[in-house]
């Protein structure tokens, strides 16, 4: 196809008024913006510095994740406050609107205890992610699996030092559960690249 249309000045009219029968595709698709955008080169989406990577880091991830710990702690505990409140009130004999204010005060209490556990606990999660790597200054595997252990032990460090050890061990646990679990559902390309990097 020769680019002569490119030379001649646009029309919104019907393919016939222009002169030029069956050539639909030459109308420009959008008369609102009086552009053809064939015109236009097809570019990427986002653009990234230099070196940049293409992923979001531990601090951009953070925000997220401290934000859905809180949402899902309050969801599960105001279920198990609703169910606590459902019980409380039975046994009491509770009814009508004495028992609907115990029931949202158990949802609402328990609920925000829930909430305040695992944010806090996302919180100090991310702090030791982002720390560990502005420290060593990569991102990988091993800086979860020691954000997992340093977050058990500092939740648990009030409490004597034997649970601050399981409270180190839980997290350790969990987050090499976690690594694990990512490894075998990236296929095994990255394990034999892991294999390779460390054996």
């Given at each position: 196809?020769?680019?002569?249309?490119?030379?001649k000045p646009?029309?919104?009219?019907?393919?016939?008024?222009?002169?030029?029968a069956g050539?639909?595709?030459?109308q420009?698709l959008?008369?609102y913006?009086?552009?053809d955008?064939?015109?236009?080169?097809?570019q990427?989406?986002?653009?990234?510095?230099?070196?940049?990577?293409?992923?979001?880091?531990?601090f951009?991830?953070?925000?997220?994740q401290i934000g859905?710990?809180?949402?899902i702690?309050a969801?599960?505990g105001?279920?198990?406050?609703?169910y606590?409140?459902?019980?409380?009130?039975k046994?009491?004999?509770?009814?009508?609107k004495?028992?609907?204010?115990?029931?949202?005060?158990h949802?609402m209490?328990q609920?925000a205890?829930?909430a305040?556990?695992?944010?806090?606990?996302?919180?100090?999660y991310s702090a030791?992610?982002?720390?560990?790597q502005?420290?060593?200054?990569?991102?990988?595997?091993?800086?979860t699996?020691?954000?997992?252990g340093?977050?058990?032990?500092l939740?648990?460090s009030?409490?004597g030092?034997?649970k601050?050890?399981?409270?180190g061990?839980?997290?350790?646990?969990l987050?090499?559960?976690?690594?694990?679990?990512?490894?075998?559902?990236g296929?095994?390309?990255k394990?034999?690249?892991?294999?390779?990097?460390?054996i």
């Amino acid at each position: 196809m020769s680019d002569e249309y490119l030379s001649k000045p646009l029309s919104f009219g019907a393919p016939e008024s222009r002169g030029i029968a069956g050539t639909q595709q030459l109308q420009p698709l959008s008369p609102y913006l009086n552009y053809d955008s064939r015109l236009l080169q097809a570019q990427p989406e986002f653009i990234f510095p230099e070196g940049a990577s293409k992923q979001r880091g531990r601090f951009e991830l953070a925000f997220s994740q401290i934000g859905s710990s809180a949402m899902i702690g309050a969801c599960i505990g105001g279920m198990g406050g609703l169910y606590n409140g459902l019980n409380a009130t039975k046994l009491a004999n509770q009814t009508g609107k004495l028992r609907r204010t115990q029931l949202l005060n158990h949802v609402m209490k328990q609920g925000a205890a829930t909430a305040n556990t695992l944010g806090t606990i996302a919180v100090m999660y991310s702090a030791f992610g982002v720390l560990l790597q502005w420290a060593r200054g990569e991102d990988d595997d091993f800086n979860t699996i020691a954000a997992g252990g340093a977050t058990g032990l500092l939740y648990k460090s009030s409490a004597g030092i034997r649970k601050c050890a399981l409270g180190g061990g839980v997290g350790l646990a969990l987050t090499s559960l976690y690594v694990l679990w990512s490894m075998t559902g990236g296929g095994s390309r990255k394990l034999s690249d892991l294999k390779s990097q460390y054996i």
